[in-house]
């Protein structure tokens, strides 16, 4: 199994849903962090319950939901609280997916 970066997730939500940082709107903010922390969320509940407001938004286009959604038919890949219960040398991070990335490109 191959596991996807939380970073590189994260920076990819951060892109995609920048809109959301900008001017003075809180509530729209709020929406934004918890978006691009959902890929180091530690707990199953809080996941569930942030997924299920980023998708009742009504700041969030069809397409983005969508895009959601399919993100989250991967989410063992690239959520922290998935990958801690895997077997990980004690590591608890996905740094050790961008050391295999550097060792592969070595060859």
């Not at 990819?12 to 934004?32: I, P, T, V």
């Not at 890929?39 to 969030?60: G, T």
């Not at 989250?72 to 991070?93: N, Q």
């Amino acid at each position: 199994m191959n596991y996807i970066c939380s970073w590189h997730v994260q920076q990819n939500l951060k892109k995609r849903f920048a809109y959301l940082n900008r001017g003075n709107d809180s509530e729209k903010k709020e929406l934004y962090t918890t978006i691009i922390n959902l890929p180091y969320e530690e707990y199953q509940s809080n996941f569930e319950d942030s997924y299920k407001q980023i998708l009742s938004s009504i700041h969030i286009s069809k397409e983005l939901k969508t895009y959601l959604k399919n993100k989250y038919s991967d989410k063992k890949l690239w959520v922290k609280l998935f990958m801690k219960g895997k077997f990980c040398a004690g590591m608890c991070t996905t740094s050790r997916i961008e050391n295999k990335h550097r060792i592969f490109k070595r060859y």
